[in-house]
T-cell receptor
């Protein structure tokens, strides 16, 4: 069964520090997609990134970067020079498909609450 | 504006009184899904739909029903709500890209309390 583990329940950092949010996943499939979403205190869910299991290149978007390591089944997310606006709950998610697309479950981790202290 | 709408946003009801939470998207997405969010448990998928008349169970389907008669709508039905269904519910939609769900767009959430 697919599973996503975000072992860090809560993290607090001081503004301008770098922080890494961990995500470890389990799947039987060789092809799958991984996602990160952000949920700020206002409650909406905001997409951050989608990554194919065959693409192990790291990705950088501004202060955000993602490190995908298939060998360790991890898809970690780093925020560089954190800001107060980064305070949110961050979710990692896994999408699998089987049976020619007839099965399309999405599994989320339990989330990591990040607090950035001014 | 591309969006997913849910109604109602807040609902307080009593055990056993049937209710429906509506979900509608205007992006012509094939995939729609319902999640519940509970403290410490993250988001758990209740049901999803690959297209009209095609639905399947997620991880926590017990006590819920869905239907997909039109592409844009995906209502969540609680036939006999119980207190353990008190939760924050999100509807989401996405395209299917390369045979997999693409970025999901989420509704604003429905906070349900069952007394």
């Amino acid at each position: 069964a697919q599973k996503v583990t975000q072992a860090q329940t809560e993290i607090s950092v001081v503004e301008k520090e770098d922080v890494t949010l961990d995500c470890v996943y389990e799947t039987r499939d060789t092809t799958y997609y991984l996602f990160w979403y952000k949920q700020p205190p206002s409650g909406e869910l905001v997409f951050l990134i989608r990554r194919n299991s065959f693409d192990e290149q790291n990705e950088i978007s501004g202060r955000y970067s993602w490190n995908f390591q298939k060998s360790t089944s991890s898809f970690n997310f780093t925020i560089t020079a954190s800001q107060v606006v980064d305070s949110a709950v961050y979710f990692c998610a896994l999408s699998e498909a089987r049976n020619s697309g007839g099965y399309q479950k999405v599994t989320f981790g339990t989330g990591t609450k990040l607090q950035v202290i001014p | 504006e591309a969006q997913v709408t849910q109604n109602p946003r807040y609902l307080i009801t009593v055990t056993g009184k049937k209710l429906t939470v509506t979900c509608s998207q205007n992006m012509n997405h094939e995939y729609m899904s319902w999640y519940r969010q509970d403290p410490g448990l993250g988001l758990r998928q209740i049901y999803y739909s690959m297209n009209v008349e095609v639905t399947d169970k997620g991880d926590v389907p017990e006590g819920y029903k869905v239907s997909r008669k039109e592409k844009r709508n995906f209502p969540l039905i609680l036939e006999s709500p119980s207190p353990n269904q008190t939760s924050l519910y999100f509807c989401a939609s996405s395209k299917i890209r390369d045979g997999y769900t693409d970025t999901q767009y989420f509704g604003p959430g429905t906070r349900l309390t069952v007394l």
